[in-house]
C-alpha cells in the first residue's frame, strides 16, 4: 500500500523568506507524484507533477519539487514567498498499478506574514 | 475553464439520517472521485467510479456509502444512516483519459456537520 508523510503540519514564513516543504511517500514501485494546493475558502488545485523524467519539477506561481529515487522525497520549493500562498499545501502519490486513486499526505499548512 | 461543482456547501444533519451530496464532474472526464477530510486530518481517498461502477473503494467505504451517477451529469454520494464521525469535509474529483497519470480535478467541498 502507499502513504504520504508531510512533516510539516503548520508553517509560519515572512514574506520573501523561501519556503521548503517536505513530503516522503512509501511505495515499491514507480510513483507519480503532486502537490496540491487548497486557499482558503476554495478548492484543491494542483501546483504541480512528476511522471518522468528531469525529476525537478516547475510548477504554477514559482513553485517546484525534486523528486528524489533513493530518498522517496518530492520536496515543495519556492524562492521567495508572497502572502498570497497563503494556504493549505498537500502531496499526493499514486502508484503505477493501474489505481487511478491519489493518496493523500495530511497536508501542511503555510502562513505568510506581510 | 470547466470546473467540478459540489451542493450544498454545508449541510447539517442529525444523527441517523440519509444524507445525499451532490456533484457535477467536467463533463468529458470519465473517472469519478469522492474523498473526505475529517478536521484537522488527511484528504482520505472514499471511491472511484468508471463505466457505471466502482471500480475502486477504500475500507472507509462501508454499507453505509453508496454513489451513483443517475442522470449523466450529477455523481452523488449517499450516506444512508449519518453517524457523529461522518462530519467531515466531502470533496468530489473528476478526471479524463490522459493515460493512466491524469490530473484530478476538484470540486470545493461539500461541508457535512452530523449533530
Known amino acids: 500500500a502507499q502513504s504520504v508523510s508531510q512533516h510539516n503540519h503548520h508553517v509560519i514564513l515572512s514574506e520573501a523568506a523561501s519556503l521548503e516543504l517536505g513530503c516522503n511517500y512509501s511505495?515499491?514501485?514507480?510513483?507519480?507524484l503532486f502537490w496540491y494546493v487548497q486557499y482558503p475558502g476554495q478548492h484543491l488545485q494542483l501546483l504541480l507533477k512528476y511522471f518522468s523524467g528531469d525529476p525537478l519539477v516547475k510548477g504554477i506561481k514559482g513553485f517546484e519539487a525534486e523528486f528524489i529515487k533513493s530518498k522517496f522525497s518530492f520536496n515543495l520549493r519556492k524562492p521567495s514567498v508572497q502572502w498570497s500562498d497563503t494556504a493549505e499545501y498537500f502531496c499526493?502519490?499514486?502508484?503505477?498499478?493501474?489505481?487511478?486513486?491519489?493518496?493523500f499526505g495530511s497536508g501542511t499548512r503555510l502562513q505568510v506574514q506581510p | 475553464e470547466p470546473e467540478v461543482t459540489q451542493t450544498p456547501s454545508h449541510q447539517v444533519t442529525q444523527m441517523g439520517q440519509e444524507v445525499i451530496l451532490r456533484c457535477v464532474p467536467i463533463s468529458n472526464h470519465l473517472y469519478f472521485y469522492w474523498y473526505r477530510q475529517i478536521l484537522g486530518q488527511k484528504v482520505e481517498f472514499l471511491v472511484s467510479f468508471y463505466n457505471n461502477e466502482i471500480s475502486e473503494k477504500s475500507e472507509i467505504f462501508d454499507d453505509q456509502f453508496s454513489v451513483e451517477r443517475p442522470d449523466g451529469s450529477n455523481f452523488t454520494l449517499k450516506i444512508r444512516s449519518t453517524k457523529l464521525e461522518d462530519s467531515a469535509m466531502y470533496f468530489c474529483a473528476s478526471s479524463g483519459l490522459a493515460g493512466n497519470t491524469g490530473e484530478l480535478f476538484f470540486g470545493e467541498g461539500s461541508r457535512l456537520t452530523v449533530l
Open positions: 511505495y515499491g514501485g514507480t510513483v507519480n
Open positions: 499526493a502519490v499514486k502508484g503505477n498499478t493501474g489505481r487511478r486513486a491519489l493518496t
